[in-house]
């Protein structure tokens, strides 16, 4: 059963959950001062307990903070957006995280989804511009978008995409994926725009993450699919372990070994007479 909080009470929660490591990442990642550093899985579990609220969505999105706005996505009752304020939330927003999370856990299922849509994709702002090619992506395998036009489309991401700012373009590529991979009678052509693109994000791609060039993006999810692996991606997994450090070799120890005898005595205390022994003697010993 979901538990009723107010949003004092969800702030302390988030605030008690903090971590400054997390939070010293999160300022350096774009998310502002105004933020705790609550790792992803600890906001899921509160939304748990919490449940849909969109009245305390909408209050812990008017605090700024950060992981109150994460947490607010996943309380918003997409039915309850009208369009107004749907561009109320997005528009002024900064951080592409907040965009993405907005839009595929919210506005995907908004009844004023495709208003959206179009507005953003055909208007000039950068991060509107990555949520409305985000949003028809989303709609596409929610079969929310049967009237597209997806050879205009098509052509449309091949002509847009190169001249593109940055985070328009992680839009743009995210929607020719979503295209190739949930309609497959496009496919071909969708590989075939990818590599006319080429590799246009050149940055290394994070360990453990897949390429954002759209034919081996494809390819990766197709052999996921089908529990296999691509060769770029063996190819990658392979270059990664070679770079793992070889374990540190263990010194050679200096001490000299103890004698067969000492390794092989009895516990049982020696007599006190030999305990004491004269140095001169115990000298001797070693010697010989």
Not at 82 to 108: F, S
Not at 151 to 163: M, N
């Amino acid at each position: 059963m979901p538990t009723q909080m107010t949003r004092s009470q969800v702030m302390k929660a988030l605030e008690a959950a903090g971590d400054p490591r997390v939070r010293e990442r999160y300022v350096r990642d774009g998310a502002g001062e105004n933020v705790f550093g609550v790792l992803m899985g600890k906001v899921r579990a509160l939304a748990g307990q919490v449940g849909q609220d969109h009245a305390l969505g909408l209050e812990l999105w008017a605090t700024g903070n950060h992981e109150a706005r994460l947490l607010a996505c996943m309380l918003l009752d997409p039915e309850a957006l009208t369009e107004k304020a749907a561009r109320e939330l997005v528009e002024p927003l900064t951080l592409p995280l907040l965009v993405d999370e907005l839009v595929g856990r919210v506005l995907v299922k908004a009844p004023v989804a495709e208003a959206l849509e179009k507005r953003w994709r055909d208007g000039d702002q950068e991060l509107p511009r990555r949520a409305g090619w985000k949003l028809l992506a989303g709609r596409i395998p929610a079969g929310l978008a049967k009237d597209l036009d997806v050879g205009a489309t098509l052509a449309r991401i091949e002509r847009e995409l190169p001249g593109a700012p940055y985070r328009v373009k992680e839009g743009l590529n995210y929607c020719l994926v979503w295209i190739g991979l949930h309609l497959p009678e496009h496919r071909a052509e969708v590989i075939a725009i990818g590599e006319r693109l080429g590799r246009w994000d050149t940055r290394p791609i994070p360990k453990g993450c897949t390429s954002s060039y759209a034919p081996e993006w494809i390819a990766a999810v197709l052999a996921l699919r089908k529990g296999e692996k691509t060769e770029a991606r063996k190819k990658m997994e392979a270059a990664a372990g070679k770079k793992k450090p070889a374990p540190a070799r263990e010194k050679p120890s200096t001490k000299k070994a103890a004698p067969a005898s000492r390794k092989s005595a009895s516990k049982t205390p020696a007599p006190a007479s030999q305990k004491r022994a004269p140095k001169k003697v115990a000298a001797r010993k070693r010697a010989g």
